[in-house]
């Protein structure tokens, strides 16, 4: 059994910082990439940012310069530190890992539950 586990949103002013955290735990073989993406109402699911085991990165247009990506694989925990926040980052934010878990011959792609950040103007 694996889980993901997300922490960290809530409600924050315009200009303001969050960081996400999310956790991987269970019978885990191994993690490749993990990322984080979001959802706002009427939209669809869209990638905010996701980052290899080694290191290399990627964001989304909207976020470059904003949002920072990190993960520790000791603790397969994966961050979104979010700063200068806008309304329009509003969404419920989701934690996405290609991982492989113990007995498995391949990776699968596993969800957290999500979490909400909300941005006032």
């Known amino acids: 059994q694996v889980q993901l586990v997300e922490s960290g949103g809530g409600l924050v002013q315009a200009g303001g910082s969050l960081r996400l955290s999310c956790a991987a735990s269970?019978?885990?073989?191994?993690?490749?990439?993990m990322g984080w993406y979001r959802q706002a109402p009427g939209k669809q699911r869209e990638l905010v940012a996701a980052?290899?085991?080694?290191?290399?990165?990627n964001y989304a247009d909207s976020v470059k310069g904003r949002f920072t990506i990190s993960r520790d694989n000791a603790k397969n925990t994966v961050y979104l530190q979010m700063n200068s926040l806008k309304p329009e980052d509003t969404a419920v934010y989701y934690c996405?890992?290609?991982?492989?878990?113990?007995?498995?011959?391949?990776?699968?792609?596993?969800w957290g539950q999500g979490t909400q950040v909300t941005v006032s103007s």
């Open positions: 980052i290899t085991s080694g290191g290399s990165t």
């Open positions: 269970g019978s885990i073989f191994s993690i490749n990439a």
């Open positions: 996405n890992a290609d991982l492989r878990a113990l007995g498995y011959g391949r990776e699968y792609d596993y």
